[in-house]
């Protein structure tokens, strides 16, 4: 079946390699760098897995992160574009970062040489698992064979809805990227306190602290369920993902107790995937993130 549009993300979205080659989704690496050593681009020269080990092995050496170029974003555009088919760009929220400047230059030095060229460059709004689920909306909306116009409608109107509710190992790789103040992650350094954080409309907010790993993922999953509760969604209205880091153990016992628990909850969700978070987002929450993404999905009764 022929697309109705292409699909690209910057590599913000985190979705497994094979899945991104499965669903026919384009994406466009990040790249990360440790000390003095080059960049690397994510997945391409260097591997989640790979990235972790060197975090968790370096305690104390905080890796570096940089955008895709407007380059990088034209010669994933370009193939497309030459063949007819319009493309929808997905790009990291721009309160963390200049990826969507870089597809927005990308589209518009294409439009000069080609004037018809149809490009939507969306600001998600949201990043990691969460953009990650967003990504996949966009494949629902393609293949029920949905028009380029109405999918970029749809996704415009459901991305307000995405949340993420999660907690890290320690505020010091917050602290580093400039993510939270200093004054908290001083405290936090001296009583091991973590935060619990939500994501939404782009930006990051303090949701809670809690001393211990339990406490911190059990007020992510209360958060969770707050927000369902406000929302009245029910389970076919929603995609929710789990997300982790280096420990993947921990990051599949938590989907499973989280899928109990919102099913004793009353929310009778069939599954949750989980996905691993990329070095895009992991050099600012360290090598311990864990947390949920939700979002509205696209096509639903």
Known sequence: MSETFHIISDSSC????????????????????????????????????????????????YPKSSMPSTQDFADAFLPYVESGVPVVCICITTKFSGSLQSAMNAKNMILEEYPNAKIAVIDSTINTVLQGIYTLEAVSL????????????????????????????????????????????????????????TLKSGEIFPSGIGRGRKKTVEKSLE?????????????????????????????????????????????????????????????????YPLGFGIIEKAIHA
């Open 14 to 61: 985190d979705l497994p390699v094979e899945m991104a080659e499965e669903k026919n989704i384009t994406v466009v690496p990040f790249y990360v760098a440790f000390e003095d050593e080059k960049y690397q681009r994510e997945h391409a020269e260097i591997g989640i897995r790979d990235f972790y080990q060197q975090m968790v092995d370096k305690k104390g050496v």
């Open 142 to 197: 393609r293949d029920a064979g949905t028009g380029f116009e109405d999918a970029v409608a749809r996704l415009e109107q459901i991305k307000s809805t995405g949340r993420i509710f999660f907690t890290v190992g320690d505020m010091e790789y917050l602290k580093h990227g400039g993510r939270i103040g200093k004054v908290a992650a001083v405290a936090g350094s001296v009583l091991g306190i973590r935060p619990v954080i």
């Open 223 to 287: 958060l969770l369920k707050d927000y369902l509760k406000e929302t009245g969604f029910t389970p076919d209205q929603v995609s929710i993902c789990v997300g982790y880091g280096y420990d993947i153990e921990e990051g599949l016992a938590f989907r499973d107790h989280a899928v109990e628990s919102l099913r004793a909850f009353g929310f009778a969700v069939k599954e949750i995937p989980a996905y691993q978070i990329g070095a895009a987002i992991g050099v600012h929450t360290g090598p």
